[in-house]
């Protein structure tokens, strides 16, 4: 296919998935529409990352722990030690703490749940003048859920530190050094039958949200003694009510979220990252009529075709599919092809969402 044939009036690039790192972007025809499942596009209402944090002391040191002997941390590891039945006559007697250092603990518990007995990594990061974490050990520590006014211990951290990022050794991360002591489990259950499923960023859309109504009626219409189960309340969200027959929502859920949608292409999008040089368009993106002078190149999209000249009258071969594979015939920088689209999109010519990530 030749872009005359393309290009009429307006220049479409359909659903494509390209990624830039000082390679040719692959554009050549038209893929065919994707099919995926309920679960890879949404989420259900009450599912919800949750962050677990608390306090605690890295121990083991080379002299790279916190400096200050009389200061926060000599008071709080002098109240650790009271606790642990060894306490001291004098705050001073730790005059020298370079082996210890104080340090905040978070985790991330899953928007599934967890329960008691699981572990989970923990990222370490210290709080004062420590130096270094290198080599430390975490002793056990208790973790509490952030942002919550009952203080309940819901895990315990301990172990031994790894180094992630040598530029940044104050910082550091205890692989299943978190040991859950309670349940925690997600509230999901809008009604007692009722869910609300949420569409991911990516595919949220009224045209999505009607494709997720449509696939789970169809999917449960019969079971459901021939009434629609699902209702599209907005662009991101749909209520789903869990037919009388599933006494267990567990086994409901599991037959949901496997449930195919036949017209799963997302909206309107181009994605593009600078440094690392990467483009994603998805979707149906139309580029209206334009003339476009950039440094060295000449674009010109017309009707009926569109075409790409440098200074020196050098055009691309006619056998490249779209606007994106042209330039990069003519070996155009990503960072060029970047502002080439950047411009389309302020000029209001790239009718589609322009998202710029750093």
Do not use: W
């Not at 928007?111 to 008691?116: A, C, D, F, L, V």
């Not at 211990?153 to 050094?177: C, S, Y």
């Not at 309340?233 to 209520?239: I, K, L, N, R």
């Amino acid at each position: 296919m030749t872009i005359r044939q393309i290009a009429s009036s307006l220049f479409t690039i359909r659903s494509v998935a390209l990624v830039l790192a000082a390679v040719a972007l692959l554009a050549d025809g038209r893929p065919a529409q994707a099919v995926t499942r309920v679960g890879n596009v949404c989420t259900i209402d009450g599912q919800m990352p949750l962050t677990v944090r608390g306090l605690g002391f890295v121990v083991g040191l080379n002299g790279t722990g916190d400096p200050d002997g009389t200061g926060p941390t000599a008071r709080a590891f002098a109240a650790f030690l009271k606790l642990s039945n060894n306490p001291l006559l004098d705050v001073k007697e730790l005059s020298n703490l370079g082996g210890v250092a104080a340090v905040e603990i978070t985790a991330k518990i899953p928007r599934t749940g967890i329960s008691r007995g699981q572990q989970l990594d923990c990222k370490v990061s210290a709080l004062f003048g420590a130096k270094s974490l290198e080599g430390g050990h975490l002793i056990s520590s208790p973790l509490e859920l952030a942002g919550i006014a009952d203080d309940t211990v819901v895990g315990l951290a301990e172990g031994r530190l790894i180094i992630e990022d040598l530029a940044n050794p104050t910082t550091a991360r205890v692989p299943f050094g978190l040991v859950m002591e309670q349940t925690i489990d997600m509230k999901i259950l809008r009604k007692p039958n009722q869910i609300r499923l949420l569409l991911n960023r990516q595919y949220a859309g009224y045209e999505m949200a009607r494709e997720l109504e449509r696939a789970i009626n169809t999917r449960f219409y019969l079971e459901a003694s021939n009434v629609n189960i699902a209702q599209a309340v907005s662009a991101v969200a749909v209520d789903v009510n869990i037919p009388e027959q599933y006494d267990n929502h567990i086994e409901f859920l599991g037959l949901l979220t496997e449930i195919t949608l036949k017209s799963a292409g997302t909206a309107a999008r181009v994605v593009v990252n600078s440094s690392l040089g990467t483009i994603i368009v998805t979707g149906e993106v139309e580029i209206s009529t334009a003339v476009i002078a950039h440094k060295n190149l000449n674009v010109e999209i017309t009707n009926p075709f569109v075409e790409v000249r440098n200074q020196d009258g050098e055009q691309s071969p006619q056998q490249l599919a779209d606007l994106v594979n042209a330039l990069n015939q003519l070996k155009v920088p990503t960072d060029d092809i970047i502002g080439i689209l950047r411009e389309l999109h302020h000029s209001g010519r790239l009718h589609a969402e322009f998202i710029e990530r750093q």
